[in-house]
């Protein structure tokens, strides 16, 4: 039972160019999170997902998009990386409902020069 | 929406000293608060949440006491080890239907020192 796992662990980009981050859960939660976390800012709600097939905008969406094809995956894409984007990204799941446990995912640490 | 604010920033403790963090949330309709530990190069894992119909829960040396009337929660660590030092966050649960989302504080830096 790995948890929740992501792909790739670091990345470096250069401004423009596009990338997919891929986060798999093996627990069969429904919800899936992806936040990212930039010094003295914690963590901000990128996009969720209540289920396959959908997904919702978070509190940073912009410059972001996501899909939820299979219950166990959530991909978070970046079009065209600006360094503005340069962050520590973390996919997590829960079984639902707000007040859920959130499991995490060890992050990707993703450099945009 | 929800903003949930967390004090102190930093804070270093004497090994066996206790620790304590603030956090205050603005919704009065929130009505779950999870704290979260994230230890160098992991990802955040739950260490210990409370709901609105409660005021207080321990779980050995670490407890948190949360205010509905003045929306305020703290946590409380005990008996501080080396193995406490780490990043703190608070969160509390947005309100309205159909909401799944966590707002979390900007988080805490202990540093428990032997």
């Known amino acids: 039972n790995a948890g929740v796992t992501q792909t790739p662990k670091f990345r470096v980009l250069k401004t423009g160019q596009s990338m997919t981050l891929l986060c798999a859960q093996d627990?069969?939660?429904?919800?899936m999170y992806w936040y990212r976390q930039d010094p003295g800012m914690g963590l901000r709600l990128i996009h969720y997902s209540v289920g396959e097939g959908t997904t919702a905008k978070g509190e940073v969406p912009d410059g972001y998009n996501v899909s939820r094809l299979k219950k166990q995956n959530f991909l978070l894409g970046l079009e065209s990386a600006a360094p503005s984007q340069t962050s520590v990204y973390f996919c997590?799941?829960?079984?639902?409902?707000?007040?859920?446990?959130?499991?995490f995912g060890p992050g990707t640490r993703l450099t945009v020069t | 929406g929800e903003n949930v604010e967390q004090h102190p920033s930093t804070l270093s403790v004497q090994e066996g000293d206790s620790a304590v963090i603030k956090c205050t949330y603005s919704d009065s309709a929130s009505n779950y608060f999870p704290w979260y530990k994230q230890e160098l190069g992991k990802g955040p894992q739950l260490i210990i949440d409370i709901r609105s119909n409660v005021g207080e829960k321990k779980d050995q040396r670490i407890a948190v006491t949360l205010n509905k009337t003045a929306k305020h929660f703290s946590l409380h660590i005990t008996e501080t080890q080396p193995e406490d030092s780490a990043v703190y966050f608070c969160a509390a649960d947005l309100s309205g239907a159909g909401s799944y989302q966590l707002t979390f504080g900007k988080g805490t830096k202990l540093s428990v020192i032997p």
């Open positions: 627990m069969n939660h429904e919800y």
């Open positions: 997590a799941s829960s079984t639902g409902l707000a007040t859920a446990e959130q499991y």
